[in-house]
């Protein structure tokens, strides 16, 4: 069990806390301060279990699931900021899609970003400094935009023609990855954070054993924190989670999950453990949140209540 840190020192008090929080509820970390933090194992997704989007938690042994948001209509696309304390996501609760964070016990909800735009998907950058998201355009559909949270400046990433969607920082925070549509399908793409072209990685891939050609579905790309490409790709036939190399090199199977759907695969800081949500085991049927060992092994379920989306750990890369 991890121990408390309580600004340099140690006390025995705070230790018999954390014995107790650690028991309940289990995903949540030890604090020091009356912050709640997220524990490193935790998942953080959404679901449409009540019968609109909202925001869950739950942890890596799939025990101590809490509901986060209950606002009506969609609360979507949780990312957990590096040091745990703030849920930012994505809400309709102000009548558009707008960016909003909370506390990581859902206290506190606030909007993190008022715009006249439909802001989505927001990610953190491992500074803690700025966050990602997507912009809807009426020209350019979903374009990649960065929020400077110090000084609130907005600066407009890409502008492709098509929807840039799934964005992340990689973990040296140069890198942006993303699922974009050059007109062939679905691929995994990466620019510059600091500006530039983007480059398509996965463009000409086809489905193993189609003659002609029929491109393979690549998208929902994230990184491993060695610096790799985690993605979804049907280029073997079936489903599966995938890697490569930052330049689109050396792809790598994790997982076949053969006719099963699956979605939104990231990786624990530690690089373990994958979460994903697939119908696996009902194909057609509800997706909910799965966790596999980053060798493929061990595949296992966390959920049960169905309609889950977007998970991530909350020490994810
Ligand atoms: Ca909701
Ligand atoms: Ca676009």
Redesign the pocket.
Known sequence: MRMLWNKGRWSAGLAVMALWCAAWPPTYGAVDDGDPQLGANAIVFSSLR?G???IYVTSVGGGGERRL???????GAPAVSPDRRTVAFA?V?TGEMQLWAMDADGEDQRQLLASTSFDFHPAWSHDGGRILFQRRSATTGFDLWVLDLASGAQHQLTSLPRNEVGAFFSPDDQWVVFGGNNGTGQDVWVVPASGGGPVVLTAGVCIAGTDPCVPAFDGQPSWTPDGRILFLSDRAGGIGIWTMAPDGSGAQEVVDLGGASAAMPSMSANGQRIVFTTDVEDLGGQRNVHTVRSDGSQLRRLTYAGDDLAPGFASGS
């Open positions: 009540s609109n989007d909202d948001t209950t606002a009506d209509g969609q609360d809400s609760r």
